[in-house]
């Protein structure tokens, strides 16, 4: 089975700053890796995702991640975050080749202050 | 024109009511999926179809049935309500082949009194 940890339940930082959001992943076969944003009272966005090919993947919004495979890591980072990325961002894994079982993190809310 | 719809996006009932939360995809996808998330955010998945056969079924009380009458449509009936059973319910769905990740409703929040 599949797991995922997001260590930081809260991450505050000041506008035009830079952030990274943590995320480990547990499997013992391979995975595709997503990351999820929501917004306050909506639903689930996808904001990025790892399938294959280049281990680091981007965002139309600025957000990127890199897959490292040694590390089984998927963290995201933004060089420069705004007040409306306000939201939570959830961390998620699949194995590869059937099944399309998302398991998700516990979330980690993204606070970004004036 | 909404990917993946669900209806309604509040319900407030009573404990011991029986209500259903409906789901419907127009993306052509043909696995579909309710996830339930709790007060603290975290999201668990209660059920997957594929092709209305039912391929996940996570540890969750037989009062909550899914049907799904087509690949387009997943809904969620549940007996009996409880306290606990207080949640945001999200439907999703995915195509089975060259997976991608999920598209999800916008949520119904559910609260039982």
């Known amino acids: 089975a599949q797991s995922v940890t997001q260590l930081d339940s809260q991450v505050p930082v000041f506008e035009e700053a830079p952030v990274e959001l943590r995320c480990n992943y547990s499997?013992?076969?391979?995975?595709?890796l997503f990351w999820y944003v929501q917004y306050p009272n909506q639903g689930l966005q996808l904001l990025l995702k790892?399938?294959?090919?280049?281990?680091l993947v981007e965002s139309i919004n600025g957000f990127e991640a890199e897959f490292n495979k040694s590390q089984t890591s998927f963290h995201l980072r933004k060089p420069s975050v705004h007040i409306s990325d306000t939201a939570e961002y959830f961390c998620?894994?699949?194995?590869?080749?059937?099944?399309?079982?998302?398991?998700f993190g516990t979330g980690t809310q993204l606070k970004v202050e004036l | 024109d909404t990917a993946v719809s669900q209806t309604p996006k509040y319900l407030v009932t009573q404990m011991g009511n029986d209500k259903s939360i409906k789901c419907e995809q127009n993306?052509?996808?043909?696995?579909m999926y309710w996830y339930k998330q709790d007060s603290k955010k975290f999201l668990k998945i209660m059920f997957s179809?594929?092709?209305?056969?039912?391929?996940i079924n996570e540890t969750v009380p037989n009062r909550f049935s899914p049907k799904s009458p087509d690949k387009a449509h997943l809904n969620l009936h549940i007996n009996s309500l409880e306290l606990g059973d207080s949640a945001v319910y999200f439907c999703a769905s995915s195509p089975s082949d060259r997976f991608n990740g999920y598209t999800f409703g916008s949520g119904t929040r559910l609260t039982v009194v």
């Open positions: 993306l052509g996808h043909d696995t």
């Open positions: 179809y594929n092709n209305k056969e039912l391929i």
């Open positions: 499997s013992s076969v391979s995975v595709y």
């Open positions: 998620a894994v699949s194995r590869t080749g059937g099944g399309n079982k998302l398991t």
């Open positions: 790892y399938l294959s090919g280049s281990t």
